[in-house]
T-cell receptor, first 114, second 114 residues
Framework: AQSVTQLDSQVPVFEEAPVELRCNYSSSVSVYLFWYVQYPNQGLQLLLKYLSGSTLVESINGFEAEFNKSQTSFHLRKPSVHISDTAEYFCAVSAYRGTYKYIFGTGTRLKVLA | DGGITQSPKYLFRKEGQNVTLSCEQNLNHDAMYWYRQDPGQGLRLIYYSQIVNDFQKGDIAEGYSVSREKKESFPLTVTSAQKNPTAFYLC?????????????FGEGSRLTVL
């Protein structure tokens, strides 16, 4: 069965510093990979996704993630964070096991400090 | 504006009462989903529907029921059989059942059992 691991439940970082949120997955079949962001008391919004092609994918607000098949990872990075990036970030995989299904990680709460 | 509307945003319920959460979408999406979110546990799938008049149990369907009589609507009933119903409930939709694309989320309904 598929699984997604986000080892860091909370990541505090100072404004303008770089950040990496880690995501590892396991699956016996090919997967599609996603990062979603959730602001307080709101639903999730897609940040970026990897389906195929270039292993480096970018979002419009400066985040990027790299698919590493050998390490089964899809870590999310940003070179310089802003206060407004404070949110919870969820990694997810989609795979086919009779039907397509999303599996979400447990989330990483990013807190950007002034 | 197209999107998913969940109501109510906040709901309080006494033990032993059933409660229904509304989810409406005007995105013309075929598939709809209900997730439950608890702190530190990520999102867990309750029920999903890929087409009108059809729905499937997810990972934690016990104590919940759904219906899909219209394409736009996918209400969730939290029954008195659900032993720990206090949670944040998220409704989502997707344009197809092949999950290579985005899940669109509503803003959620927070249910508190008193």
């Amino acid at each position: 069965a598929q699984s997604v691991t986000q080892l860091d439940s909370q990541v505090p970082v100072f404004e303008e510093a770089p950040v990496e949120l880690r995501c590892n997955y396991s699956s016996s079949v090919s997967v599609y990979l996603f990062w979603y962001v959730q602001y307080p008391n709101q639903g999730l919004q897609l940040l970026l996704k990897y389906l195929s092609g270039s292993t480096l994918v970018e979002s419009i607000n400066g985040f990027e993630a790299e698919f590493n098949k050998s390490q089964t990872s899809f870590h999310l990075r940003k070179p310089s964070v802003h206060i407004s990036d404070t949110a919870e970030y969820f990694c997810a995989v989609s795979a086919y096991r009779g039907t397509y299904k999303y599996i979400f990680g447990t989330g990483t709460r990013l807190k950007v400090l002034a | 504006d197209g999107g998913i509307t969940q109501s109510p945003k906040y709901l309080f319920r006494k033990e032993g009462q059933n409660v229904t959460l509304s989810c409406e979408q005007n995105l013309n999406h075929d598939a709809m989903y209900w997730y439950r979110q608890d702190p530190g546990q990520g999102l867990r799938l309750i029920y999903y529907s890929q087409i009108v008049n059809d729905f499937q149990k997810g990972d934690i369907a016990e104590g919940y029921s759904v219906s899909r009589e219209k394409k736009e609507s996918f209400p969730l009933t939290v029954t008195s059989a659900q032993k720990n119903p206090t949670a944040f409930y998220l409704c989502a939709s997707s344009s197809g059942t092949v999950l290579t694309g985005e899940l669109f989320f509503g803003e959620g309904s927070r249910l508190t059992v008193l």
